[in-house]
């Protein structure tokens, strides 16, 4: 999931949890203000209407109060006598609930009561409250009010629905803040994050337009400034390099030629010419060398040309084993050969392909003991052309595996003695067949062989 999205989801479900708490807590708050005081409004009228009635206790004065407290059909205002009779009311009362009534103001014997009665289920409840009416101490009557709580719901009506309003207008402005912060916070970040994917493929040809003072303009700044650092590293690392390749190549062919002389010499002793023929192999061990890094400098200063043209697979693999094949013999080494058509075409570089070939199948041999199988596989699909080269060498450890396309990286430090390598072969191998629009993957095992596996686009068939 994007930042941006994060942002998003997190400032709105905060907005929402956030209105939602405060008109819960406002709800519950207005609910309990709006009990207490009509609780308090209708224990007063009670005692006022109590003192009135205890002074003068007769039916005028009775129906007097009654018709005070007619005030609409959600208050019920009863007076009983001392038996629960009712002597007055101001609205007609249903049977039923007369001796709940009864019941309940039964209870109250000579102190007021008040108490909130549920009548109805997922409503605020009903507050009751009765008070005895005295004559010489003696209780003669009680008041008695159901009043309900109907103004409140449709005050709690409208209190939802403003909640409503201000939660969508809070949600819109939380929205439009937060798709604004996105934008001013994550379009830098994934500038920075493109940049970086570039750097890593070795393009350091990034600038990063950096505004503002804040932590994100420095990072633009230090990413900008890292990638001109790089730039003039690998610039200069570069010309070293060639100027080194380009020093080293003179006095090798030189070394080369004279050791070549000196080893066709017949009236040399024998110890000089072992001599000449190490000095020879060691010039040509050098020579792979230099070739090899000059050639990596071209790849990356991207001065490599790649000519496409049309080439058989199947043959060009053939001759590859048959320029192997005195190497391979020499360690008893078997090579086998299949195809799943008798030609496949496909638009490459012939001189680079085999190039490409060659690195492979020699790496193989150096690395497959005696009596070892080295097979070359190229198959035609649809889409896709692979090419296999699978031995039973000694393999690599998984650990090492991501590390084989890292130049001059050996498993072995050993190994560049041992087999002459110069740890240059596989990275100018991945090189060369990412410039053919292909890519190169490795599956190996220690003790049972390692696969390189080639897939190429086959053009021939779009």
């Known amino acids: 999931m994007k930042l941006s999205t994060k942002l998003i989801f997190l400032v709105f479900f905060s907005s929402l949890i956030g209105i939602m708490a405060m008109s819960i807590s406002f709800y519950q708050v207005s609910k309990t203000f709006y009990k207490t005081q009509l609780q308090q409004d209708i ?41 629960f009779r009712v002597m007055d009311y101001s609205y007609p009362v249903d049977p039923e609930r007369l001796i709940f009534y009864r019941e309940w103001v039964s209870q109250v014997n000579e102190l007021s009561q008040t108490q909130f009665v549920e009548t109805i289920a997922h409503h605020i409840p009903h ?5 005895p009416l005295k004559q010489n101490n003696v209780v003669v009557g ?10 409140f719901e449709q005050a709690k009506s409208k209190l939802l629905f403003i909640s409503m309003i201000m939660a969508l207008f809070s949600l819109l402005l939380s929205a439009i803040i937060t798709i604004y912060l996105s934008k001013r916070w994550t379009d830098p970040l994934v500038k920075v994050r493109n940049s970086t994917r570039e750097m890593a493929k070795g393009n350091f040809e990034v600038r990063l337009d950096a505004k503002g003072n804040d932590e994100i303009a420095d990072l633009m700044k230090d990413t900008s400034s890292m990638a001109e650092q790089l730039k003039e590293y690998r610039d200069s690392r570069q010309q070293f390099l060639t100027n080194v390749s380009h020093d080293l190549r003179t006095p090798l062919t030189y070394m080369k ?60 693999g053939k001759e590859i084993l048959q320029k ?10 078997q090579f086998t050969f299949s195809s799943s058509d008798p030609e496949i075409v496909a ?26 199988t080295i097979s ?20 690599i450890p998984n650990e090492n595996l991501k590390h084989i396309w890292d130049r001059f990286y050996r498993v072995e430090k ?32 220690v003790g049972e062989g390692t696969i390189f596996v080639i897939k190429l686009p086959n053009n021939m068939h779009i």
């Not at 005028?60 to 959600?74: A, K, Q, Y």
């Not at 192997?324 to 080494?333: G, H, R, S, Y």
């Not at 001189?351 to 690395?367: G, P, S, Y």
């Open 257 to 316: 030629a004279y050791a070549a002389i000196l080893m066709e010499k017949t009236q040399l002793e024998k110890e000089a010419q072992e001599h000449a023929t190490v000095i020879y192999q060691e010039a040509k061990r050098m020579e792979r060398l230099v070739n090899d890094i000059f050639q990596l400098v071209k790849l990356d200063e991207g001065k490599y040309t790649i000519d496409f043209q049309e080439e058989d697979l199947v043959q060009l």
């Open 127 to 131: 507050i009751w409250s009765a008070v």
């Open 414 to 445: 050993s190994r560049s003695t041992k087999h002459g390598g110069s740890g240059l072969g596989l990275a100018i191998t991945k090189q060369l067949v990412a410039l053919h629009n292909g890519e190169i993957t490795v599956k190996s095992k």
């Open 142 to 151: 009680y008041l008695f009010i159901d009043q309900d709580t109907g103004d």
């Open 324 to 333: 192997n094949k005195v190497e391979a013999e020499n360690k008893t080494i």
């Open 376 to 395: 070359l596989v190229i198959e035609q699909k649809p889409s896709i052309i692979s090419i296999t080269v699978h031995d039973t060498g000694e393999g």
């Open 43 to 83: 224990e007063h009228r009670l005692a006022a209407h109590r003192e009135i009635i205890e002074e003068d206790f007769t039916s005028h004065t009775l129906h007097h109060v009654v018709v005070m407290e007619r005030r609409g059909p959600e208050s019920s205002f009863i007076i009983f006598d001392a038996n």
């Open 347 to 372: 638009m490459v570089d012939r001189e680079r392909f085999e190039q490409i070939l060659l690195n492979l199948v020699t790496n193989a041999i150096r690395h497959t003991p005696e009596n070892g």
